[in-house]
């Protein structure tokens, strides 16, 4: 008994796919996993886990022999019968097609082929169902919770249900070498499923509350989503009401008959079966009990919630798509409602529903305490704002270990997917390491390589560089260590701190089809993106002019609206440029009367703190520049990105500091010395230092409104008689920012290398 012990610990490890598809994950998995019990096992001469071995070999021998066949009995290796023991015990996966289950099980069974042996029963571990959608008893539990019954789960009627635990537990230990095993594998698995029928029906009628039977207003009778419940009362629930009902607690012992329900009872019954099979419901503690539930300690009657409820790893390749009729072809509006509703999606909701955000927030729920959770998802999942949620999920409810990036996307030999141009990344977290360092690593092809550059770096210091959305950068070490530097220093603030952006007041599709815009001459021309450049509005340079009927434009706007933002001077930025065009953040002064298209992003006098020329000097500056790109997966420059920039405080003065002089002569080498000098400490800007920015800020945009372009190439950079004020001001504002001289030409040297 001892031995048998040792043997069901060691083999105590499941592995689940939650999106198997043909089963390609689960067969490394058990590959992966034999391999490491092998090396382990050979640490000990004799252990019951080869004695179990031979057991399983003898037993296939005599089998043959009682059929009158003769194999090679070195064919029954040990690795042979090992993988399939883990394949019966360790491995679990689901998929929504059934096809795609079956040749699952095909391609394990062709990894697992033992000689003599028949093929292992999987039914109890590889399952047809939607991995998304389902309920947990807990849920389930709350919601019927009445003051005459608190747990309905817990009632004698239901324990007896989850002793299905032992049924499932018992397959398992079944090693299928013989038919009869099989055989007996099989009825012991319809014992379990019948016994879980009655919990199954009861989440099925629950969930069935986002899919026709949806909870109706009495006076309205029209449809509402459940989580309208706790803001409306009045509401007929009826799959609620169903299931606290006698009724169906009588039916339930014979889900399979409808005869004893009549009226709206039955139709709520009908509805529930009829959606449990078409959306092929899938409730993770009831399709795997054995995973989640155990006696508990000292009996076998009463069966609970295990504490390390859970799979050890979770593992696979989830489906990218995204959930919307329109690009699906067909209505997903029900399962919107479920997700939108169910708290354990809550991290996903924001933006576009990709199915892999919704699998990753599904991943963390099933992996237990002390698993390992580990997806191939789009590379967005680092960066992108529609995965903020998700992101910061894993950041701080699990404890990452490693990022594996694959930025190559345009060399189908060279990308993780050949078929796919797109960017992917591997993340791999363990529950009980949270908040701890990890490890993110950028490599240049398809292959995990030792030699690509590694980042070391916490969740705490990703959530205190992009606090907002919670970025995850891509960078080098000495990157993150002046990053981490900067966003440390006590003084530091954020751009959200002290102004607010806003997304230009004119959208040309939405003006258009109202008729404001207009080909008249004597019409201002509406500023776009391509107009913004370095201190200077220029002429576009790509794209046609849209004028704007401003009389009408204006008519049908509150006099709060953001259109009258054109009575203001602002600081316009670019909304979008490439991660590869000479910089990022682009801004210019925009002058009063002027409007702005949603292409451009602007700050007015009103929404800042700051001096308007010296926000200009800050946006306009290498170290924001810089900033900005460690955290930019795409060419947009978005407001949660200008939120999350760093600025100094402006706070005190430094008497006898003659700037103005050395400014008027131009004498820029002097004045960075002089401004310098007075940045005493790192995080803060004197108020005098603050104010000289500003004017070498209007020095360098009185030069560049006048100055003639020659070529499309020079509104790449500032002229000759400009760049030594910026210059200038990029090393005063180096310094206000706590770095070094040789700090400084690591970041410049650093744009380069990103251009």
Not at 122 to 133: E, R, T, V
Not at 235 to 256: G, I, M, S
Not at 468 to 483: F, K, M, R, Y
């Amino acid at each position: 008994l001892k031995h048998r012990q040792v043997v069901d610990d060691l083999f105590d490890v499941k592995v689940l796919d939650p999106a198997m598809g043909s089963g390609h994950f689960l067969v490394e998995a058990v590959d992966f996993t034999t391999d490491r019990l092998l090396h382990f096992l050979n640490g000990f001469p004799w252990n019951p886990v080869l004695a179990h071995l031979k057991e399983t070999r003898e037993t296939i021998l005599q089998e043959m022999e009682r059929q009158g066949i003769s194999i090679d009995a070195g064919r029954l290796s040990d690795v042979n019968l090992l993988k399939r023991h883990v394949l019966k015990r360790c491995i679990y996966g689901v998929d929504l097609n059934p096809m795609a289950v079956e040749l699952a099980k095909v391609s394990l069974w062709l990894d697992c082929f033992t000689l003599g042996a028949p093929l292992s029963f999987l039914d109890h571990h590889l399952k047809c169902g939607n991995s998304l959608i389902g309920a947990t008893v807990e849920e389930v539990d709350k919601a019927l919770e009445t003051p005459e019954q608190a747990s309905f789960f817990h009632t004698s009627e239901f324990a007896r249900e989850l002793v299905a635990v032992d049924l499932m537990r018992r397959i398992g230990e079944l090693s299928d070498v013989t038919p009869e095993q099989v055989r007996e594998s099989r009825r012991e698995f319809r014992k379990a499923v019948a016994a879980l029928i009655p919990a199954k029906t009861v989440m099925d009628v629950y969930v069935s509350r986002w899919f026709g039977n949806e909870p109706v207003h009495k006076t309205a009778g029209a449809g509402l989503k459940p989580e309208a419940l706790k803001k409306r009362k009045a509401l007929h629930d009826f799959a609620l009401d169903f299931l606290r009902a006698d009724t169906c607690k009588q039916w339930l012992k014979h889900p399979e008959s409808l005869d004893k329900l009549d009226g709206n009872d039955r139709r709520t019954a009908e509805t529930a079966l009829s959606a449990a099979k078409e959306k092929r419901f899938f409730h993770w503690e009831i399709e795997f009990p054995e995973v989640f539930f155990a006696p508990r300690e000292g009996t076998t009657q009463v069966v609970e919630k295990k504490p390390n409820a859970g799979f050890d790893a979770v593992i696979g390749n989830p489906p990218y798509d995204v959930l919307a009729s329109e690009e699906l072809g067909f209505d997903v509006s029900q399962d919107l409602a479920f997700y939108e509703s169910a708290p354990v999606y809550e991290p996903a909701i924001r933006g576009k529903k990709n199915l892999y955000k919704l699998f990753i927030c599904r991943g963390v729920s099933v992996t237990g305490l002390s698993g390992a959770f580990s997806f191939i998802v789009p590379m967005p999942l680092l960066g992108d704002d529609q995965s903020a949620g998700v992101r910061r999920l894993l950041l701080e409810k699990t404890g990452l270990i490693a990022i594996e990036s694959f930025p190559q996307k345009d060399d189908p030999n060279n990308r993780v997917f050949p078929e796919a141009k797109l960017s992917t990344t591997i993340f791999v977290t363990r529950a009980q390491t949270k908040r701890q360092r990890f490890i993110l690593r950028a490599h240049p092809g398809r292959l995990i390589e030792d030699a690509s550059p590694k980042l070391e770096l916490s969740p705490s210091e990703v959530l205190a560089f992009d606090p907002e959305n919670a970025a995850i950068p891509s960078c080098t070490q000495e990157d993150w260590g002046l990053v981490v530097r900067v966003i440390s220093l006590e003084r530091i603030r954020r751009m959200s701190e002290v102004a607010a952006s806003y997304q230009g007041e004119v959208n040309e599709t939405n003006e258009r089809a109202k008729g404001t815009l207009t080909s008249r001459a004597s019409a201002p021309v509406i500023l776009r993106g391509a107009n913004i450049c370095m201190y200077a509005v220029r002429e576009a340079s790509q794209g046609e002019e849209v004028r704007l009927d401003v009389k009408k434009f204006l008519a049908e706007k509150g006099k709060d609206a953001k259109a009258f933002a054109c009575k203001s001077d602002r600081i316009g930025f670019q909304r979008s440029s490439p991660q590869n065009n000479f910089r990022r953040i682009i801004a210019a002064p925009v002058s009063k009367n002027s409007f702005c298209l949603d292409t451009v992003s602007y700050v007015t006098e009103e929404s800042s703190q700051l001096n308007r020329d010296l926000l200009l000097a800050l946006l306009n500056s290498k170290i924001l520049d810089w900033y900005f790109r460690l955290g930019s997966t795409n060419s947009k420059v978005n407001e949660y990105q200008f939120n999350a920039l760093p600025v100094p405080t402006i706070s005190g003065d430094v008497r006898n500091l003659d700037w103005k002089s050395l400014l008027k002569h131009g004498k820029w080498s002097e004045l960075t010395k002089c401004l310098c000098s007075a940045c005493k400490e790192p995080g803060i800007m004197p108020t005098s230092v603050g104010e000289a920015l500003a004017e070498m800020s209007r020095s360098i945009q009185d030069i560049e409104t006048k100055r003639v372009l020659k070529n499309r190439s020079d509104r790449s950079h500032l002229s000759a008689e400009s760049q030594p004020i910026q210059d200038a001001i990029d090393a005063i504002l180096f310094r206000c920012y706590g770095l070094s001289d040789e700090d400084a030409r690591y970041v410049t040297q650093r744009l380069e290398e990103m251009l």
